[in-house]
């Protein structure tokens, strides 16, 4: 045996122990926790550095680095001494303070063996559990590579000599460790870097919690609920003015002041639940656009009732936006009758069983109403192949003679088509050419419900009507699709297009009529 090797075997960590005899450090400890009825176990570190320990008095040399982790895994909290259920023979002096309490006792100069302190003003009992004031996210607390502690000429170095008369903590903080945890940093919209926070780390910030005197606090109910109602009735205010959409928008601002007040509280060391303020405002949200559907939706079954049967769902639609109903009792309103009728349609009903007539009228309806529709005409009825529309009732629109001609363009452009689906759909039938004649004019008429209790329809009389449809007539004599009274024109002004110009006399009215062939319209 060589005793010379032997010798330097026991004494290679000789001043280590010396510096723990001499109190200088703190060693670390961790509670295993038993099963179910079966005694926790403490994990120490070896006999040697324990027996090195001033009068081997664990309790102020060695503190549990056991942690306390929240439900979400997240740390928040310290205990000051963990509830452990050891041996009576294994009791009495062994470890009871976790470690940051413990480093902050020490470095406070308190009797670690009392039951109570007092760290600055905040008062420690052994029951304690306190809230964890962090200094910021991880990276916060500065690092010293162990490599440059024990560099040669170390003292000499800044920062190291900064670390005189602070509590030092030594740990590991690689990869593998598996000491890292959830903290309220661990999202990115608390910090920079974001991540899990190291074992040392959070030791550290419990540490400077206890001195430093950065108790987090949670906000007094009264202030909670005064951030709630600053959120929640400006909110409310735009929620009964906006649409849902834009009301989305307005939630999604509150829920990110929420945060940011919830992150700069956190910051003054302050607990201001985000989750508080963004569920009001959510609720609020609900609440307010629940009770307008509701009274929206009533408000549209009755005037859908009223006008169902009257107009298309469209128009019924800008009525409730408009938020004025005509009056059902009659009213004169100024607008633009439209009447549209087929040409030779008994002849080429004659060449058509039941079945197909009614098979080409339907086709044709779907497609010339189409651009009526578009345009925000009502139909007022159909007579037989004929359709009358009025544009300007029951909603007042200042443009009825302009989207009148343009529904009539839009019309002749789909008559156009539905010639070739003619053709193909009843091709050597030799029907007569297919083709249509479109009267329009401008005028007053009288606008409400007319008819008997029984059958009653919402409709529009006068002389306007019987204008319009005696210059529908006029279209075969004009050799034309489209002829408007000068009235029209006048009323939709420079977008129109015209031709032929005749003065007609209308039978059933006094005064001629200028007519205008409408070539076309502009937009």
């Given at each position: 045996?060589?005793?010379?090797?032997?010798?330097?075997?026991?004494?290679?960590?000789?001043?280590?122990?010396?510096?723990?005899?001499?109190?200088?450090?703190?060693?670390?400890?961790?509670?295993?926790?038993?099963?179910?009825?079966?005694?926790?176990?403490?994990?120490?570190?070896?006999?040697?550095?324990?027996?090195?320990?001033?009068?081997?008095?664990?309790?102020?040399?060695?503190?549990?680095?056991?942690?306390?982790?929240?439900?979400?895994?997240?740390?928040?909290?310290?205990?000051?001494?963990?509830?452990?259920?050891?041996?009576?023979?294994?009791?009495?002096?062994?470890?009871?303070?976790?470690?940051?309490?413990?480093?902050?006792?020490?470095?406070?100069?308190?009797?670690?063996?009392?039951?109570?302190?007092?760290?600055?003003?905040?008062?420690?009992?052994?029951?304690?559990?306190?809230?964890?004031?962090?200094?910021?996210?991880?990276?916060?607390?500065?690092?010293?590579?162990?490599?440059?502690?024990?560099?040669?000429?170390?003292?000499?170095?800044?920062?190291?000599?900064?670390?005189?008369?602070?509590?030092?903590?030594?740990?590991?903080?690689?990869?593998?460790?598996?000491?890292?945890?959830?903290?309220?940093?661990?999202?990115?919209?608390?910090?920079?870097?974001?991540?899990?926070?190291?074992?040392?780390?959070?030791?550290?910030?419990?540490?400077?919690?206890?001195?430093?005197?950065?108790?987090?606090?949670?906000l007094p109910d009264w202030t909670r609920w005064l951030l709630l109602l600053a959120l929640i009735v400006p909110a409310v205010f735009l929620f009964q003015r906006l649409s849902p959409w834009a009301g989305l928008g307005v939630l999604a601002a509150g829920a990110a002041i929420s945060l940011a007040l919830g992150i700069a509280a956190f910051q003054a060391f302050w607990l201001a639940p985000a989750?508080?303020?963004q569920l009001g405002m959510l609720s609020a949200y609900v609440m307010a656009y629940g009770g307008r559907l509701t009274r929206e939706e009533r408000e549209r079954a009755r005037v859908r009732h009223i006008f169902g049967r009257y107009v298309s769902d469209n128009v019924v639609d800008l009525l409730l936006q408009s938020g004025k109903l005509p009056d059902m009792g009659g009213v004169s309103m100024?607008?633009?009758?439209?009447?549209?009728?087929?040409?030779?349609?008994?002849?080429?009903?004659?060449?058509?069983?039941?079945?197909?007539?009614?098979?080409?009228?339907?086709?044709?309806?779907?497609?010339?109403?189409?651009?009526?529709?578009?345009?925000?005409?009502?139909?007022?009825?159909?007579?037989?192949?004929?359709?009358?529309?009025?544009?300007?009732?029951?909603?007042?629109?200042?443009?009825?003679?302009?989207?009148?001609?343009?529904?009539?363009?839009?019309?002749?452009?789909?008559?156009?088509?539905?010639?070739?689906?003619?053709?193909?759909?009843?091709?050597?039938?030799?029907?007569?050419?297919?083709?249509?004649?479109?009267?329009?004019?401008?005028?007053?008429?009288?606008?409400?419900?007319?008819?008997?209790?029984?059958?009653?329809?919402?409709?529009?009389?006068?002389?306007?009507?019987?204008?319009?449809?005696?210059?529908?007539?006029?279209?075969?004599?004009?050799?034309?699709?489209?002829?408007?009274?000068?009235?029209?024109?006048?009323?939709?002004?420079?977008?129109?297009?015209?031709?032929?110009?005749?003065?007609?006399?209308?039978?059933?009215?006094?005064?001629?009529?200028?007519?205008?062939?409408?070539?076309?319209?502009?937009?």
């Amino acid at each position: 045996l060589n005793l010379p090797q032997t010798e330097g075997l026991q004494n290679y960590d000789l001043k280590f122990r010396q510096e723990l005899n001499a109190g200088k450090v703190v060693l670390v400890g961790a509670v295993s926790r038993g099963l179910p009825g079966n005694p926790d176990m403490l994990l120490l570190p070896h006999s040697d550095y324990l027996l090195s320990l001033p009068n081997f008095d664990l309790v102020s040399n060695v503190g549990l680095a056991d942690l306390v982790t929240d439900r979400d895994g997240g740390v928040r909290r310290f205990e000051v001494a963990p509830r452990v259920s050891l041996p009576k023979d294994l009791a009495a002096g062994a470890p009871r303070l976790t470690l940051g309490p413990l480093l902050a006792l020490r470095a406070a100069g308190l009797d670690i063996g009392a039951g109570e302190w007092q760290v600055g003003a905040r008062p420690l009992r052994a029951d304690t559990i306190g809230t964890i004031s962090y200094s910021g996210p991880p990276g916060t607390v500065q690092r010293v590579p162990i490599s440059r502690v024990l560099a040669d000429g170390a003292n000499a170095d800044p920062a190291i000599r900064a670390l005189k008369g602070k509590v030092v903590i030594v740990g590991g903080d690689f990869q593998g460790m598996n000491d890292v945890h959830f903290t309220p940093y661990s999202s990115r919209l608390l910090g920079k870097s974001g991540g899990l926070m190291s074992g040392p780390e959070i030791q550290a910030n419990i540490v400077a919690t206890l001195l430093s005197g950065n108790a987090t606090r949670t906000l007094p109910d009264w202030t909670r609920w005064l951030l709630l109602l600053a959120l929640i009735v400006p909110a409310v205010f735009l929620f009964q003015r906006l649409s849902p959409w834009a009301g989305l928008g307005v939630l999604a601002a509150g829920a990110a002041i929420s945060l940011a007040l919830g992150i700069a509280a956190f910051q003054a060391f302050w607990l201001a639940p985000a989750a508080d303020l963004q569920l009001g405002m959510l609720s609020a949200y609900v609440m307010a656009y629940g009770g307008r559907l509701t009274r929206e939706e009533r408000e549209r079954a009755r005037v859908r009732h009223i006008f169902g049967r009257y107009v298309s769902d469209n128009v019924v639609d800008l009525l409730l936006q408009s938020g004025k109903l005509p009056d059902m009792g009659g009213v004169s309103m100024r607008l633009t009758v439209m009447f549209s009728d087929i040409r030779n349609f008994t002849s080429i009903s004659e060449k058509l069983d039941a079945h197909e007539v009614v098979e080409f009228l339907n086709k044709y309806f779907d497609r010339v109403c189409q651009p009526v529709l578009e345009q925000g005409g009502t139909i007022d009825k159909y007579i037989g192949d004929a359709v009358m529309v009025q544009f300007g009732a029951p909603v007042a629109f200042a443009d009825h003679a302009q989207r009148a001609l343009r529904a009539a363009v839009g019309m002749r452009a789909e008559v156009d088509d539905f010639k070739k689906w003619m053709q193909e759909r009843f091709a050597g039938r030799n029907l007569p050419e297919f083709g249509i004649g479109i009267g329009l004019h401008t005028g007053d008429a009288v606008v409400g419900n007319l008819g008997c209790a029984k059958r009653i329809e919402f409709t529009v009389i006068g002389d306007t009507v019987n204008v319009a449809s005696r210059l529908e007539g006029e279209t075969k004599n004009m050799g034309c699709v489209i002829v408007a009274s000068a009235d029209t024109v006048a009323a939709a002004g420079a977008i129109v297009r015209t031709g032929r110009r005749e003065t007609l006399n209308v039978k059933g009215r006094a005064q001629p009529v200028e007519a205008f062939e409408i070539v076309d319209v502009e937009g």
